[in-house]
């Protein structure tokens, strides 16, 4: 028997859309959509098993199969390590139009979705004038790019990061898929687009299942649904103005399933447990990526660092474009994997908490002068950094 078509409370339509002008959609209209959305996406909450099952059968039966059986597992971790003991992604082949399975079918069933959406919206918007095409591209960028910065650059990458790669299969995201379903359920919501049935049914269904659950993948005859993450953490990302938000725990990790599956994030960046846990000098000259080199020394401060670490001071003198601050040069440390000096300066604009941050720059091991490194950096000779009146 198939699934009931759903009827989700976003399908809510404008009795006429001639009567919605898209400047009625305000950025308050637009900022409380994308914060649905984003509690979608963030959402801690066990699955609602039931009606995840029931929008995945949905999404089979128009893709002409039978309903699959369900397997459960705490975390897309647990589905990657099934998937790959089963050896489920490399069943797949292609059939010249696209992967001839279930994960095939449903992509090319959304690809299309998105294509007659798409038309949809350039029609309107072609007879609209440049002010409203402005406001079409405000849209986007509230809704669309805020959230997908948020949710598949950020979110799902951390998750990727704790999976099992598995080579040929199709991943569903579930609820990191937010940014596409938010972005056209806004048009519809709105009445600033009409889209036929079948369009708003799939709509439907995509919003039960970003509701609902979260990782989810299609085989012949089995889909594996993973359960959401227990704790999830983020922080504003500094500068944004669009609600764009990044991963960030200082104390553990910033994202964690049921099973202990978790990945350690510091504003946005991925690290090793030990940058958060137990960073110390010896780990960090071991360490050869650059990113998480830094993100383990401002765990510690440049201070505890440049101590622990043995540091030598080549050069110090007053940065020109940042009054008050010190630019410092020292000799890397070894261990680093390549010579060269470290310019220890000051940001010159301030985070969101009204401090400067302090940071590194990799420089060449040539330079004997603080303010000569400095310039470098920005493609100027010492000389013309020192003329700065301020910089950024």
């Known amino acids: 028997m198939s699934a009931a078509p759903f009827r989700s409370s976003t399908s809510r ?47 089979y039966r128009r893709s002409g199969l039978p309903k699959p059986e369900f397997v459960w597992v705490p975390s897309p971790r647990a589905g990657s390590d099934l998937i790959a003991a089963e050896g489920l992604s490399t069943t797949m082949s292609f059939d010249g139009a696209g992967l001839d399975c279930p994960s095939g079918h449903i992509a090319s ?26 406001r079409q591209r405000l849209i986007r960028a509230s809704v669309w790019e805020s959230l997908h910065t948020t949710l598949f650059d950020g979110v799902a990458v951390a998750i990727r990061t704790m999976s099992t790669p598995m080579a040929g299969g199709v991943i569903w995201y579930g609820q990191q898929e937010a940014h596409r379903i938010a972005y056209y359920d806004t048009f519809r919501r709105y009445g600033l687009a009409t889209f036929d049935s079948e369009d708003r049914e799939l709509l439907d ?91 383990a020394i401002e765990r510690i401060g440049w201070d505890t660092y440049i101590e622990s670490a043995g540091l030598i001071l080549v050069d110090e003198t007053d940065d020109p474009g940042n009054a008050g601050c010190l630019l410092q040069l020292y ?18 604009s301030l985070e969101r908490d009204g401090h400067r941050r302090r940071y590194g720059l990799h420089v060449p091991g040539w330079f004997t002068s603080a303010l000569d490194a400095a310039g470098w950096t920005y493609g100027i000779t010492g000389a013309d950094y020192a003329r700065l009146v301020r910089r950024t």
Do not use: Y
Request: charged share 25%; glycine share 8%; proline share 4%.
């Open 109 to 134: 069933m959304f690809a299309s979705s998105r294509r007659r959406m798409n038309a949809s919206i350039q029609g309107r918007k072609a007879d609209w004038q440049i002010e409203r095409r402005q």
């Open 13 to 59: 339509r404008a009795t006429s859309t001639e009567n919605i002008d898209i400047f009625d959609v305000d950025n308050q209209a637009l900022e409380a959509v994308r914060d649905v959305w984003l509690e979608r996406g963030l959402c801690t909450r066990p699955a609602d098993r039931s009606t995840a099952e029931s929008a995945v059968a949905q999404l």
């Open 331 to 348: 000799a890397s440390p070894e261990g680093w994997g390549r010579s060269g000096r470290i310019l220890l300066a000051v940001n010159g």
């Open 205 to 295: 269904v995509q919003t039960a299942l970003a509701d609902s659950t979260g990782w989810w993948w299609a085989f012949d005859n089995l889909c594996i649904m993973a359960e959401r993450p227990g704790a999830v953490h983020s922080e504003p990302i500094p500068g944004s103005t669009l609600g764009e938000r990044r991963l960030h725990h200082s104390d553990g990790p910033a994202i964690e399933f049921g099973d202990g599956a978790h990945a350690f994030v510091l504003h946005g960046a991925i690290v090793p447990d030990w940058v958060v846990l137990d960073p110390t000098a010896e780990r960090i000259a071991l360490e050869r990526n650059v990113e998480i080199r830094r993100c």
